[in-house]
């Protein structure tokens, strides 16, 4: 008689690793880094979290964030488990995390911003060097904006695919009008095991219901964007 096998649990605890050098205030107190411990099949992996801080206590850490590390490092496993033929044993989950957790918003910057200065150092204008792309709060947008600004006929140096990507990038972001302000961005993960694909869709044909051609554009723009950042774990 057949058995059905017991799936084998996934557990993730965070600590703060008291082993590292801490931060110590102006009254001497000290502070560690908040790390994460998943276990699996009776194998351990530690790991920073990639989103936290130094803290004096767990009850310091902001709301969420424990909650959403736990819920990507989950599917995570779950994915890379469904991915590996054999028993999974965590091996590589440190630099898979690192790509995965990554918010989809991110990979879009990342995906266009060097596009978009490429495009810029075309012009061969003076005024290039105005335009700081390391800046934190230079987005594609405000970069896209202020370059059309000081170069009145920019367009042209952007070709047609680049063109066709910083409409879909400006549509998509239409979307979020609202910035994140808890730990509810949809990550890299999200998008591979298909669970943002469709929360995606369900906005898309909201909003641009009789524009198929956003729709389209937005989601292979969001493709292309992670597929470069999963190139990153061949390398």
């Not at 918010?103 to 060097?114: N, T």
């Not at 594609?140 to 047609?160: E, I, M, Q, V």
């Not at 910035?179 to 509810?184: E, G, V």
């Not at 906005?203 to 554009?217: Q, R, S």
Request: proline share 4%; no cysteine.
């Amino acid at each position: 008689m057949d058995t059905l096998k017991k799936a084998k649990k996934i557990t993730v605890k965070f600590f703060l690793n008291q082993l590292l050098e801490p931060a110590t205030n102006d009254k001497g107190k000290e502070a560690y880094p908040l790390y994460i411990q998943v276990t699996y099949n009776r194998k351990n992996m530690q790991l920073k979290s990639k989103y936290a801080e130094y803290y004096y206590d767990l009850k310091e850490v902001k709301p969420g964030l424990m909650e959403f590390e736990e819920r990507i490092l989950q599917k995570i496993v779950t994915h890379e488990k469904s991915e590996t033929k054999g028993e999974y044993d965590l091996k590589g989950l440190k630099r898979k995390y690192e790509v995965y957790s990554l918010s989809i918003h991110e990979a879009v910057e990342d995906y266009l911003k060097p596009k978009l200065r490429l495009a810029i150092l075309k012009t061969n204008d003076e005024l290039t060097g105005v335009l700081n792309f390391t800046a934190p709060q230079a987005t594609t947008a405000l970069l896209h904006k202020g370059a059309r600004r000081l170069f009145p006929d920019f367009d042209r140096y952007l070709g047609a695919k680049l063109q066709t990507e910083l409409a879909a990038y400006e549509q998509y972001r239409q979307l979020y009008k609202e910035p994140f302000f808890t730990y509810t961005f949809p990550a890299i993960i999200d998008w591979v095991d298909g669970s943002y694909r469709g929360e995606l869709y369900k906005k898309l044909n909201a909003v641009y219901k009789n524009n198929p051609g956003a729709i389209k554009g937005i989601v292979a723009l969001i493709e292309h964007a992670v597929t470069e950042k999963l190139r990153q774990l061949g390398e």
